[in-house]
């Protein structure tokens, strides 16, 4: 098992650009989620999704979007990059039995 | 909306000592509490779930307790290490919503 899967690792984006971050899982899990880091803030959710064809807005949704066609993928784009995009950006999943989460390692985004 | 809370935010000790770390949240009714180790620059590595019907969970040398009524959580590392220096994060869910604290950081001096 790969787990959960991010790419980019790390991203350069100038303001006014778009994006997707992809994320995979291989574990057959129900939920994927996508959260934010930022220093001394914690972490964030940004949009959730308890299946294929479903999704919600967390947090913070203003500035991204997502979409969830299959039970392994769920991108994150971002339509029109700003500077306070910038952030780490983690992608999880997790069983909806146990609800237990499991992250990926991460997509480190500058946008300047 | 759920506010979970890390005491202390940075915590030294030298080797051997054991490590207590505090995690509160302000709604009772969550589905699971998490507790979650971060190396600098790295993601995520979960260390124990403790159900919302559980006391406690034991995992090697952690220990976690969960008291639901006083909305406390408390970590405990037994006989620290170097290589448990990190930043250690709790969640609580709440709908299959995770809610983070800021995270303790921790340093073990040799």
């Known amino acids: 098992n790969a787990g959960v899967t991010q790419t980019p690792k790390f991203q350069v984006l100038k303001t006014g650009q778009s994006m997707t971050l992809q994320c995979a899982q291989d574990?057959?899990?129900?939920?994927m989620s996508w959260y934010r880091q930022d220093p001394g803030m914690g972490l964030r959710l940004i949009h959730y999704?308890?299946?294929?064809?479903?999704?919600d807005q967390g947090e913070v949704p203003n500035g991204y979007n997502v979409s969830r066609s299959t039970t392994e993928d769920f991108p994150l784009r971002l339509l029109s990059a700003a500077p306070s995009q910038t952030s780490v950006y983690f992608c999880?999943?997790?069983?909806?039995?146990?609800?237990?989460?499991?992250f990926g390692p991460g997509t480190r985004l500058t946008v300047l | 909306k759920q506010e979970v809370t890390q005491i202390p935010a940075a915590l030294s000790v030298p080797e051997g000592e054991n490590l207590v770390l505090n995690c509160s949240f302000t709604?009772?009714?969550?589905?699971?509490l998490q507790w979650f180790r971060q190396d600098p620059g790295k993601g995520l590595t979960s260390l124990l779930l403790?159900?919302?019907?559980?006391r406690e969970q034991t995992s090697g040398r952690l220990n976690a307790s969960l008291d639901k009524s006083s909305g406390r959580s408390t970590l405990y590392i037994a006989a620290s290490q170097p290589g448990d220096s990190a930043t250690y994060l709790c969640?609580?869910?709440?709908?299959?919503?995770?809610?983070f604290g800021a995270g303790t950081t921790v340093t073990v001096r040799a």
């Open positions: 403790i159900q919302s019907s559980q």
């Open positions: 969640a609580v869910s709440n709908d299959y919503k995770l809610s």
């Open positions: 999880a999943s997790s069983p909806l039995s146990s609800n237990e989460q499991f």
């Open positions: 999704s308890v299946g294929a064809g479903i999704t």
């Open positions: 709604d009772s009714a969550i589905y699971n």
């Open positions: 574990m057959n899990h129900e939920y």
